[in-house]
Nanobody
Framework: QVQLVEFGGGLVQPGGSLRLSCAASGISITNRNMGWYRRAPGTQRERVATMVSNGATNYANSVKGRFTISRDNAKNTVYLQMDSLKPEDTAVYYC?????WGQGTQVTVSS
C-alpha cells in the first residue's frame, strides 16, 4: 500500500520560512516524477513545484525564486523549502507521485 505523508506545515509570519517533507512508503521515489500542489480555501488545487526523475525542476510563477523542491532517494523523501513566505501562500500543501496523493499539511502565513 502506497502512503505519502506530509509534515512540516504550521503558522509562520510573512517573510518567514518552512520546510515541508513528504515521506513515501510502499513505493520507491527513485526514478519517479514527484510534485507539490496546494489548495487555498475556495480555490482549485494548483501545481507548486515538480521534479522529474532526472532531477529537472519546474515551478509555478508565483513561487519561483522562493520555493525549492528537492529529494533524498536514500530517505525516500521529497522536500519543499519555502522562503519569503507571503499570506497568499496560505493553503493545504499536498505531495504527489501523480498516481498517489498525501493527505496534505496546512501552511498558514499570517502576522
Amino acid at each position: 500500500q502506497v502512503q505519502l505523508v506530509e509534515f512540516g506545515g504550521g503558522l509562520v509570519q510573512p517573510g518567514g520560512s518552512l520546510r515541508l517533507s513528504c515521506a513515501a512508503s510502499g513505493i520507491s521515489i527513485t526514478n519517479r516524477n514527484m510534485g507539490w500542489y496546494r489548495r487555498a480555501p475556495g480555490t482549485q488545487r494548483e501545481r507548486v513545484a515538480t521534479m522529474v526523475s532526472n532531477g529537472a525542476t519546474n515551478y509555478a510563477n508565483s513561487v519561483k525564486g522562493r520555493f525549492t523542491i528537492s529529494r533524498d532517494n536514500a530517505k525516500n523523501t521529497v522536500y519543499l523549502q519555502m522562503d519569503s513566505l507571503k499570506p497568499e501562500d496560505t493553503a493545504v500543501y499536498y505531495c504527489t507521485t501523480f498516481e498517489d496523493w498525501g493527505q496534505g499539511t496546512q501552511v498558514t502565513v499570517s502576522s
